[in-house]
T-cell receptor, first 116, second 118 residues
Framework: AQSVTQLGSHVSVSEGALVLLRCNYS??????LFWYVQYPNQGLQLLLKYTTGATLVKGINGFEAEFKKSETSFHLTKPSAHMSDAAEYFCAVSPNYGGSQGNLIFGKGTKLSVKP | IAGITQAPTSQILAAGRRMTLRCTQDMRHNAMYWYRQDLGLGLRLIHY???????GKGEVPDGYSVSRANTDDFPLTLASAVPSQTSVYFCASSEGSRSLYANTGELFFGEGSRLTVL
């Protein structure tokens, strides 16, 4: 069965520091990969996604993620954290069933805190 | 732009009562989903619908039912609520084509319905 693992349920960084949120997936066939962000008391919104093509994908608010097939990883990064980045981040995969797409499977989430 | 509208936003319910969470979308998306979000467990899929008239079970369907009479509405019903169904419920939609070459897979979420069962 497909699964998504996010390392660290809570990550704390200082404002201006590098943000690194880790995500690994289990799949024998490269799936579609997503990062969603959830601000307090809101629904999730798409941050970025990888489907095909370039393995480094850029999203909103300066975030980017790199798909590494050999490592089955899709880590999220941002060079310089801002206070407004404080939120919960979810990695998700959409399994590839031989050309047909499965339902999204979410990781358990990583809550990012940004210290002034 | 409304997107996904959920109601109610918050509800306290006695155990054993019946409850329906409403979800309406105005994007003409084919697929709709219900997730529950619990601390430390992330989002878990309850039920989904690939198109009007069809529904399917997700990861945690027990105690819940759904219907999809038309494209826009996807209500979630708890026939007899239990305390373990205390959670935040999110409705979502997507364009819905299952082809990898036609569907980006992006989900659009509502603001959530916070349900407490006592």
């Amino acid at each position: 069965a497909q699964s998504v693992t996010q390392l660290g349920s809570h990550v704390s960084v200082s404002e201006g520091a590098l943000v690194l949120l880790r995500c690994n997936y289990s799949s024998s066939v490269p799936p579609y990969l997503f990062w969603y962000v959830q601000y307090p008391n809101q629904g999730l919104q798409l941050l970025l996604k990888y489907t095909t093509g370039a393995t480094l994908v850029k999203g909103i608010n300066g975030f980017e993620a790199e798909f590494k097939k050999s490592e089955t990883s899709f880590h999220l990064t941002k060079p310089s954290a801002h206070m407004s980045d404080a939120a919960e981040y979810f990695c998700a995969v959409s399994p590839n069933y031989g050309g047909s797409q499965g339902n999204l499977i979410f990781g358990k989430g990583t809550k990012l805190s940004v210290k002034p | 732009i409304a997107g996904i509208t959920q109601a109610p936003t918050s509800q306290i319910l006695a155990a054993g009562r019946r409850m329906t969470l409403r979800c309406t979308q105005d994007m003409r998306h084919n697929a709709m989903y219900w997730y529950r979000q619990d601390l430390g467990l992330g989002l878990r899929l309850i039920h989904y619908s690939n198109t009007a008239g069809t529904t399917g079970k997700g990861e945690v369907p027990d105690g819940y039912s759904v219907s999809r009479a038309n494209t826009d509405d996807f209500p979630l019903t708890l026939a007899s609520a239990v305390p373990s169904q205390t959670s935040v419920y999110f409705c979502a939609s997507s364009e819905g084509s299952r082809s990898l070459y036609a569907n980006t897979g992006e989900l659009f979420f509502g603001e959530g319905s916070r349900l407490t069962v006592l």
